[in-house]
Nanobody, 126 residues
Framework: QVQLVESGGGSVQSGGSLRLSCVAS????????WGWFRQAPGKEREGVAV????????FYADSVKGRFTISQDNAKNTIYLEMNTLNSEDTAMYYC???????????????????WGQGTQVTVPS
């Protein structure tokens, strides 16, 4: 069983930046599609970015392309989400999750992901 713990959220002014981290522990076999999702109050959970643990290919939601970057440090079992030029529409709870690596051909839906972290809140006041 894999456990995921996110950190790095907070409140930041519009135009600012944050870097989220997600540390994985447990029975890690390195064969994953790692994903970042977010959910704002009253809205459905949406995919933000994914990265293939083998090869590092990435996919992004259109709303964050050019502003967010997903990356991984396999030695530390950690994935990151670098978020720049934040705006109020980025306000949400951010979650990391894992799916089978074969799902990393695009931005998969949330129901493809089996293991989830507890989330970290990102707030960008309008």
């Amino acid at each position: 069983q894999v456990q995921l713990v996110e950190s790095g959220g907070g409140s930041v002014q519009s135009g600012g930046s944050l870097r989220l981290s997600c540390v994985a522990s447990g029975n890690i076999d390195g064969n994953y599609c790692w994903g970042w999702f977010r959910q704002a109050p009253g809205k459905e959970r949406e995919g933000v970015a994914v990265i293939n643990s083998s090869g590092g290919s990435t996919f992004y939601a259109d709303s964050v392309k050019g502003r967010f970057t997903i990356s991984q440090d396999n030695a530390k079992n950690t994935i990151y989400l670098e978020m720049n030029t934040l705006n109020s529409e980025d306000t949400a709870m951010y979650y990391c999750a894992t799916a089978p690596r074969r799902r990393c051909l695009s931005l998969p839906p949330a129901n493809a992901f089996r293991v989830w972290g507890q989330g970290t809140q990102v707030t960008v006041p309008s």
